[in-house]
Every structure is written in C-alpha cells, then in structure tokens.
C-alpha cells in the first residue's frame, strides 16, 4: 500500500492522504488522529478533523472536515460524521448511520445502525438506560 495518496476531487482540486500506521486508513496532513486510534484501509479522515486515542473507524467510513472524534469511540463501518460534528468519549455510532453537520452526540452516547441524524442535534445518551445497546454495563 502506497504510504500517500493523491485524487482530483468532483471541484477538480488535487486532495492528499497519508495512510494512518494503525490499520491503513487514508487521513488527510491537515487532521489530527492519535497513534492509537485505528483507522481501516477504506476510511477516510478529512482536514481539521481530531481522533482521539483508543477509537476506531470502521471501512468505508468518512470523517467530514473538522470532525472531532473523542477517546475510545466506535465509529463503525460506512459511517459518515459530517463537518463541525462532535462525537464525545465513548460514544458507539453504528453501521450505515448518517450524521449531520454540527452534531453532537453527547458522552457514551450510541446512535443506532443506518439512523439518519439531522444537522444541529444534540444525541444524548438515554436516561436510566443502565448498560449499553450490547448489553453489558456503561
């Protein structure tokens, strides 16, 4: 695997990716993921975005510009997080989800497979709910 990347964008400007040590995803100079964060093969990390250590985006995800991904957050696979959007430590956003501009999904929050979440709203993580959508303590 090529260690950078470079395309024409659809606004035909040239875009560059290194790819990420841990697990191979493409992550542009301009954003900031943390060495122990993973990042699969087929994911892709925008400019101004912030990954922090311990989460993981899953294939065929995409992190919008100026995403900040907090610690230990599962981003799972064909995810988009779009610009300004904010996932908080611990959150799980699963697979197919759709999440707007400028969102935030509050501390161990989850956002469920294939929900589409529109721009500005605030997920929160569900009141009394005691454990997690895996069934084991939060």
Do not use: K
């Not at 035909?12 to 301009?30: C, E, F, I, K």
């Not at 697979?95 to 469920?112: E, K, L, N, P, W």
Request: contains cysteine; aromatic residues 4%.
């Amino acid at each position: 695997m090529a260690a950078n990347v470079q395309f024409e964008d659809d606004n035909g400007q040239v875009v560059r990716y290194v790819r990420h040590a841990n697990g191979g995803g493409l992550v542009s100079p301009q954003a900031r993921v943390h060495e122990g964060a993973l990042v699969a093969s087929t994911a892709y990390v925008e400019a101004g975005a912030q990954v922090g250590d311990g989460s993981r985006i899953g294939a065929g995800s995409w992190l919008d510009h100026d995403v900040i991904v907090g610690e230990n957050v599962v981003v799972a696979g064909n995810v988009h997080l779009g610009p300004r959007t904010r996932a908080e430590d611990g959150t799980w956003i699963g697979t197919g989800a759709r999440v707007g501009s400028d969102v935030v999904i509050a501390r161990c929050a989850r956002v469920a497979p294939d929900a589409v979440v529109r721009d500005l709203a605030v997920v929160r993580r569900r009141a009394g709910s005691g454990g997690s959508e895996f069934r084991i303590a939060a």
